[in-house]
Nanobody, 114 residues
Framework: QVQLVESGGGLVQPGGSLRLSCAASGIIFSISDMGWYQQAPGKQRELVAQITRGGSTYYADSVKGRFTISRDNAKNTVYLQMNSLKPEDTAVYYC????????WGKGTLVTVSS
């Protein structure tokens, strides 16, 4: 059974930082492409960052230079370091794994507000 469990969300002031984690089980993590998506209220889910099994990364223009995605294959975990957070980053953040199939976590809420 595939499980992706996100953690690390919360309330942060503009300009602050958060680190999201996604722990995976039930998949061969090292050969999976991993991604983080955000879904703001009333909007579609959008790709924020992705890291391939080979370590290549992709970032949405809105987060380039502020967010960093990384992975630890020994811990079956993918991270999203979010710096210089803005109110418009407020969303539920979902972890995604692609390994021939496509799996999602339940999400973690990030709220950026003063």
């Amino acid at each position: 059974q595939v499980q992706l469990v996100e953690s690390g969300g919360g309330l942060v002031q503009p300009g602050g930082s958060l680190r999201l984690s996604c722990a995976a089980s039930g998949i061969i993590f090292s050969i999976s492409d991993m991604g983080w998506y955000q879904q703001a209220p009333g909007k579609q889910r959008e790709l924020v960052a992705q890291i391939t099994r080979g370590g290549s990364t992709y970032y949405a223009d809105s987060v380039k230079g502020r967010f960093t995605i990384s992975r630890d294959n020994a811990k079956n975990t993918v991270y999203l370091q979010m710096n210089s957070l803005k109110p418009e980053d407020t969303a539920v953040y979902y972890c995604n794994a692609v390994y021939g199939m496509n799996s999602w976590g339940k999400g973690t809420l990030v709220t950026v507000s003063s």
